[in-house]
DNA sequence: TTAAAACTATGAACGTCATACACAGTACGC
DNA sequence: GCGTACTGTGTATGACGTTCATAGTTTTAA
């Protein structure tokens, strides 16, 4: 039975495959034209003014035109979180550990710059040729620590995942939401003292001591860089452990 | 100056504080209510059935009657955010760690129970009491342990975010998107084997090695409990490291 | 007991959006 | 040069979130 597996078609035009057409006119655009309108406007205005008649107006065909390139705009979205990628960072002689503690940082500072990649980001396994790039330097920082395949990409993931929730969070309590500024909570601190306000010290017995101790407050407050480090570190450690465990364990093509 | 900081309308609901009112006709619903249609749509038919129209026809009124309770949708998203959160589960004695591997498992089987609730965690700080139940009881697991509140907040966020990260990759590599199954790919030994297809090995070296080796086939393949248990080993690995580290350092409120 | 006040739910209406479909125009193959 | 296959357009549709004026209901005050 012939293989029946393939790309779905968007990733297959993000890999530059566009379908080969000999007849009709020449199209006037191509994805990658388009994800970069879509991309415009995102930074401009957010997600919410991503609409496909935005983006068609914003690359000069009718809004229904964009359905020759994309099935649906979650197609679009789809092509957006991979072309949002930049060049992943250069090793340039780094340690793993070196490597990935910039790779991830960098990772997080994308997200920060353009919000809209959050809402889009964590729903889709990466596909495109961006993202992938990222994993694969993720990968090859890792060459030569007795850590298999599996467990490599276990890793990446770990760490893009702590990435994005990262700057989920940072976004979240630092003015991501318009009804925190409504209400006056303007950052951590705000709303360490609201929620010490609210909690009942029986029920939530741990929790309303730290608003209390003022957990949230100060210079040394919630969501700074040093929390950014903070956890990236317990993962780093983490991996560090493993693969010193590895180490020990021989070296040979064990189970 | 009096203090302006407050509760968001509908945070102040999820709490239990509905507005008191003397005149009028008594309200037929409350959040509550309208927040639990909400979640039973969702668990049926995913956010997409979730719709004001919807979720009013469940509780018997009218679409424009949700607005007396909430002030738009996101505001229900919000509340159902947190209400669908079960209670954590309880500590029976648990070391720090033993309790924090189950609560962080519970708190991903939850992510995949409610796969919509991955498109809605993320995006809003918890500020509900369901979700800072959960808060309380990582904080509280993690007494005499030596670390500071603000530790203890970050290592509660890390984990929190492991959890999300992982269900959110389960998800969508298991059948989360119609494309991926349209195009004929089942699982990750599917998507590991399409990519193995697209990817040049000389711009993609490692990544496309651990394809080909067929890192993501088998029983031992990629995304299986193993998988999920290898990076929380990871995170709480890197915990009891700093444990041991703030022990070693001396037991004083030093910095 | 009555009148005013305050609050609830309703129905109709609006603007926006994603998308389907039939059509007109265009370039290539024969 | 004719047919074919493909591209972009215009129109239309149905769903959705939300606004607003209104009718109805309960409580307070006289």
Known sequence: MAQERALPSVVERMWGREPVTRR???????????????????????????SMAAVAARVGVAATALYRYVESKEDLLTAMADAAAPLPPEPEGRTWREYLAVWTRTHRDILLDRPWL????????????????????????????????????????????????????????????????????????????????????ETY?????????????GAEGWM??????????????????LIRRRALEGHGGGE
């Open 24 to 50: 009709g006119p020449r199209p006037r655009l191509n994805l990658a034209a388009i994800t970069a309108a879509a991309i415009e406007i995102a930074d401009a205005e957010g997600l919410a003014g991503v």
């Open 118 to 201: 959050l809402s889009v980001a964590g729903s889709v396994p990466p596909m495109g040729p961006r993202r992938l790039l990222w994993l694969d330097r993720a990968l090859a920082s890792l060459d030569g620590t007795g850590l298999d395949d599996g467990e490599k990409i276990n890793v990446a993931s770990a760490l893009t995942g702590y990435a994005l929730t990262d700057a989920a969070l940072v976004h979240a309590v630092a003015g991501g939401d318009p009804r925190m500024e409504e209400a006056g909570i303007k950052g951590a601190a705000d709303y360490g003292e609201v929620l010490a306000g609210v909690l009942d010290p």
């Open 205 to 217: 017995p741990a929790l309303s001591a730290a608003m209390r101790s003022g957990a949230m407050r």
């Open 224 to 241: 700074d860089d040093g929390d950014f480090v903070f956890g990236l570190d317990l993962l780093l450690d983490g991996i560090e452990a």
